[in-house]
């Protein structure tokens, strides 16, 4: 009897982590969408591409929720704000916003951490290769590398340092510890 309240309630947790994670992701996507598509969104170059902020987002996602998670948040999120603006980058949108997911860690009690910051930096750098792979894939322009550049470190840059302000507000709110208590995130 006493196995069978317990599988029941390892059942339930594992239940209700879960729903928490597709929400939590279902609402850092569509922050990511709306956050990249209209606001600070910055047209730049003749093909459809823009700078944004919404980077940011993907990187506090992947500091907060479990990979997979974080990964979906950015890549439909991402995906989304491109249909919404200059669809032809949506199917690239989706892998790379997918990948800078990666470096980032949500295992920490805190969201700003060395491998996060050092994460910042990868995510720019994996970025960077992804876009411009995409618009010489896309347009078959190869000279397009300091276009490219400057965009991306612009991006990546102002990313990174919304992320670090609002990871660093939130580290002194103990925002994971937070999440982790109410939610068991």
Same mark, same amino acid.
Not at 53 to 63: Q, W
Not at 103 to 131: D, M
């Given at each position: ?66 990979? =997979? ?5 950015? $890549?439909?999120? +991402?995906?989304? !704000? ?7 980058? *949506? %199917? ?54 300091? =276009? ?5 470190? $612009?991006?990546? +840059?102002?990313? !990174? ?7 660093? *507000? %939130? ?15």
């Amino acid at each position: 009897m006493s196995t069978t309240v317990s599988n029941n309630t390892k059942t339930k947790t594992s239940s209700h982590q879960k729903v928490v994670y597709l929400t939590t992701t279902a609402l850092f996507a569509a922050l990511i969408c709306i956050t990249t598509a209209y606001i600070f969104h910055i047209p730049v170059g003749i093909n459809g591409g823009y700078v944004h902020v919404g980077d940011a987002l993907i990187y506090l996602a992947a500091a907060v929720l479990p990979m =997979p998670y974080a990964m979906a948040a950015g $890549a439909i999120g +991402g995906a989304f !704000a491109d249909i919404l603006t200059a669809p032809v980058w *949506a %199917l690239a949108t989706f892998l790379i916003k997918m990948l800078i997911a990666l470096p980032f860690s949500n295992k920490k009690e805190k969201i700003i951490t060395v491998r996060n910051v050092i994460g910042v930096f990868l995510a720019a750098a994996l970025s960077f290769a992804g876009y411009y792979f995409a618009e010489v894939l896309l347009f078959g322009t190869w000279g397009a590398l300091i =276009p490219s550049i400057i965009g991306t470190l $612009a991006q990546s +840059g102002g990313s !990174a340092v919304l992320f670090i302000i609002f990871g660093l *507000a %939130l580290d002194k709110m103990h925002f994971k510890t937070m999440l982790k208590h109410k939610f068991g995130i």
